[in-house]
């Protein structure tokens, strides 16, 4: 793994993506600019259809844009070939998607080993992969299939094949969505100790402000296919930012807040 430091890895430049069912067009990003730094801890947070996951996929190279400038690792992601794009996710990009996305006939162990065995790795896929989920406390699970691991436990094991594939760019799509509270702090506190230990650049989208690392050190706040504002949690996390963000009375931001604080 290549460790950057002062780098832009992600520069996005009136990023947009327009998706078309039938004759039906959605907008779903309306000109994003967005720069991340090597080694940042970057929340996205917006309400529903605001883009996040739209966003994430572009910059995972899953998904094209349809205008706007997009540099990954400082490659122009819009420019490269299928096979560029797969390579680049196999070896440089890391993902944790909000479902698990875990083979479902393979135990955490092999699971891990499976995307080892995709970047070419060999003999020592056994070891890397047992090393990892070591490192994540997941040694007693590695040898049980995904049906036999609870939610949390299945999203520690895909964390885990994550940091085996050793990315550069780590980016989480709502990974604690329909967790508990505790699975979700779990997770979270693993993620964040990740980042710090191997320098990652993280990118960790989510619509869940409880579920907010409180080491984060940014947090961009999307909104109708745009960057609404982006700031530091402390700046952007209040109650004023977050009714215009959802377009809600102050005064029920406050209510409904202080319900969700009571978790
Ligand atoms: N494959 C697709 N085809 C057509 N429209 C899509 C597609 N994916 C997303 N959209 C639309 O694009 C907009 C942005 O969707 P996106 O998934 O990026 O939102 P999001 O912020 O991740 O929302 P959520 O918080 O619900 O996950 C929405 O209006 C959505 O309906
Ligand atoms: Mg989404």
């Excluded at 996951?53 to 992601?77: E, F, K, M, Q, Y």
């Excluded at 191997?198 to 989208?205: E, P």
């Amino acid at each position: 793994m290549v460790v950057r430091t002062n780098e832009t890895l992600v520069m996005a430049k009136d990023l947009t993506k327009v998706y078309k069912t039938g004759k039906v067009e959605t907008a779903a990003l309306r000109g994003v600019d967005l720069d991340v730094q090597a080694g940042e801890f970057t929340a996205v947070v917006g309400p529903s259809g605001s883009g996040k996951t739209t966003l994430l996929n572009l910059i995972g190279a899953l998904d094209s844009a349809t205008s706007g400038d997009l540099t990954v690792l400082g490659r122009d992601v819009n420019a490269l070939s299928k096979r560029a794009r797969a390579d680049m996710r196999l070896h440089e990009l890391g993902f944790v998607f909000q479902a698990y996305n875990l083979v479902s006939v393979l135990t955490a162990q092999e699971n891990v080993e499976f995307v080892l065995e995709l970047q070419g790795v060999g003999d020592e896929r056994r070891k890397r992969a047992r090393e990892v989920l070591e490192q994540l406390g997941l040694a007693k699970l590695a040898g049980r299939r995904p049906g036999e691991l609870s939610g949390g436990e299945q999203q520690r094991v895909a964390v885990a094949r994550c940091l085996a594939q050793e990315p550069e760019i780590f980016l989480l799509d709502e990974p604690t969505a329909s967790l508990d509270w505790k699975a979700k702090t779990d997770i979270l506190e693993l993620v964040k100790r990740v980042h710090d230990a191997r320098k990652l650049t993280t990118l960790f989208v989510t619509h869940d402000l409880s579920a907010l690392p409180i080491a984060c050190e940014r947090v961009v706040l999307m909104k109708d296919g745009i960057i609404f504002d982006e700031g530091s949690p402390a700046d952007l996390l209040n109650d004023d930012k977050l009714a215009q963000l959802y377009d809600m009375p102050v005064a029920e931001v406050v209510k409904r807040r202080g319900e969700a604080a009571l978790i």
